[in-house]
Structure formats: structure tokens, C-alpha cells
């Protein structure tokens, strides 16, 4: 079973990325997906989570109205757009696969992990 995100890079700020997540090894199609983010010396936080359906999604405060998660079930894949960046959202992202159907925002919601991607945002 493998996560692979991708899309990460260096960006202005004030600018967009997409970052992919795409699954292999198993559907996820009926677990909520999510992605969560670490800077350097910081611990892993909440960002983004999808139900399973893609009925419910959460947003952690700092990124709401700028980051928009959804899915493709029928691509076994997850997206993160992420607009207006801002330097502060410089991390690694990783993408995660939920124990449940039901989107979380804590760590152990998550049993799955991508290998994550790095998003530089320059001011």
C-alpha cells in the first residue's frame, strides 16, 4: 500500500499549487482522506480532510478560503489546490488515508502515510 504525493514546489506568494495524492495497493475509496503539513522544527498539523464520499470536507483556520481538498474515487486520488499561498505555509505536506469513512483531524485518525512533498513559498 503506497500514497504518493506530488505537486509540491517553490512558488510566490500570493500564487497556487495543486498537490496530488494518489493511492496504490488498495482502494481508499471508502475512507476519508486528509492532508496535514510539518515545518521544519515544528509538529505535524491538521490542514485538510474529505469524507469519503466527498460530502464533508474540514479545513484547519489558517487555510480556509484558500485551500480546497476533493477527490476521485474512480482515480483512487486526493488534491490539495492551494491558493493565495503564503510563506507561512511552507512545509512538507503529506497526504493520509483515514481509519474510517468519517474525516478526522487528529494524527491517529490516520493509518496510512505518504512519503509527503515539500511547498516553498517565497516572499
Known amino acids: 500500500v503506497q500514497l504518493q504525493a506530488s505537486g509540491g514546489g517553490l512558488v510566490q506568494a500570493g500564487g497556487s499549487l495543486r498537490l496530488s495524492c494518489a493511492a496504490s495497493?488498495?482502494?481508499?475509496?471508502?475512507?476519508?482522506m486528509g492532508w496535514f503539513r510539518q515545518a521544519s522544527g515544528q509538529e505535524r498539523e491538521f490542514v485538510a480532510a474529505?469524507?469519503?464520499?466527498?460530502?464533508?470536507?474540514y479545513y484547519a483556520d489558517s487555510v480556509k478560503g484558500r485551500f480546497t481538498i476533493s477527490r476521485d474515487n474512480a482515480k483512487n486520488t486526493v488534491y490539495l489546490q492551494m491558493n493565495s499561498l503564503k510563506p507561512e505555509d511552507t512545509s512538507v505536506y503529506y497526504c493520509?488515508?483515514?481509519?474510517?469513512?468519517?474525516?478526522?483531524?487528529?494524527?491517529?485518525?490516520?493509518?496510512?502515510w505518504g512519503q509527503g512533498t515539500q511547498v516553498t513559498v517565497s516572499s
Open positions: 493520509a488515508a483515514a481509519r474510517n469513512a468519517i474525516s478526522g483531524r487528529l494524527y491517529s485518525d490516520y493509518n496510512y
Open positions: 495497493g488498495r482502494t481508499f475509496s471508502n475512507n476519508a
Open positions: 474529505i469524507s469519503w464520499r466527498g460530502g464533508n470536507t
